[in-house]
């Protein structure tokens, strides 16, 4: 394998599938944006129009760049044939076990065997991944950041069996995109989930326990330790549902009060208040 990665083939065109589809046609790969209808993915081929109009009209994106993006993006439905030329390959599927493991087994027995397996998964480990493959060597974590094309981080996580070639080429790839990779040894969160949602959880817990309001409790972290967003309103952005999976998933791997689901957050997805998606979380959204 090597750094000059040509083909990509990204599957699940959401929130986090189109975003990663963008930054790898905008660093010259060909890629397809798979999902499980045409429709689907073609949707996920107009949000990266809107996102290099909108880089258009603030003067990030030229409009050559922008239709050259678009030119190398085509969708499917037909996972097989997407992969089959492919030499990385991103799963961005919803945070669930058995699909990601559906999926994966799929690429696997209809891609090459040098091509690049990864996952975009935010906490589930990749090792237990990695269990229900034949070659398990060349899959490792690929965790992106929401927004894909304005976060320059990627978390790239070593399985138990993930090659050192793998390793290598994964990290070629991420900086080619360009990206600033770190690498993180699987564990649950592995680094960025395991911390973001212990801050998240615990101003959650502030907010039950009237500590402060929601809006000084975000400028508490913004303005004494300079986070771009504070907790909540990243937490509203990332979606509380999928904020309370991961801590359900936490707290049942490492134990301990610090991940335990607050009421609070327990409330709000029960009552459908997702954050951003729905138009109400700890804010509310007018683009929700």
Not at 34 to 54: K, M, Q
């Amino acid at each position: 394998m090597s750094g000059n990665v040509r083909n990509v083939t990204v599957i699940g065109a959401g929130t986090m599938g189109h975003g990663i589809a963008q930054v790898a046609a905008m660093a010259g790969h060909t890629v397809t944006l798979v999902d499980a209808s045409t429709e689907l993915a073609e949707r996920g081929r107009a949000r990266i129009r809107e996102n290099l109009d909108g880089g258009v009209t603030r003067g990030k994106v030229t409009g050559p760049q922008s239709e050259a993006t678009l030119e190398r993006v085509t969708t499917s439905a037909d996972l097989r044939v997407a992969v089959a030329q492919a030499t990385v390959i991103i799963e961005a599927v919803p945070e669930r076990l058995d699909l990601k493991v559906a999926v994966l087994r799929a690429v696997e027995g209809a891609t090459a065997r040098n091509a690049i397996i990864a996952s975009n998964t935010s906490s589930l480990s990749i090792t237990d991944l990695q269990k229900e493959l034949a070659h398990p060597e060349r899959a490792l974590g690929m965790h992106f950041f929401n927004p894909v094309h304005i976060n320059p981080l990627v978390e790239v996580v070593r399985g138990k069996h993930t090659s050192e070639a793998t390793l290598a080429a994964a990290l070629d790839f991420v900086r080619a995109l360009p990206k600033d990779p770190i690498v993180v040894n699987d564990s649950p969160g592995f680094a960025t989930s395991r911390l973001g949602v212990l801050l998240g959880l615990e101003a959650m817990r502030m907010v039950e326990e009237g500590v402060a309001s929601v809006e000084d409790i975000d400028k508490a972290m913004e303005l004494g330790y300079r986070h771009p967003m504070g907790p909540l309103r990243l937490s509203d952005l990332v979606g509380l549902d999928v904020r309370l999976d991961i801590a359900n998933y936490l707290y049942e791997k490492l134990g301990g009060r610090r991940f335990r689901p607050p009421r609070i957050l327990r409330r709000m997805v029960e009552e459908g208040r997702l954050g951003r998606k729905t138009g109400q979380g700890f804010y509310r959204w007018n683009d929700g």
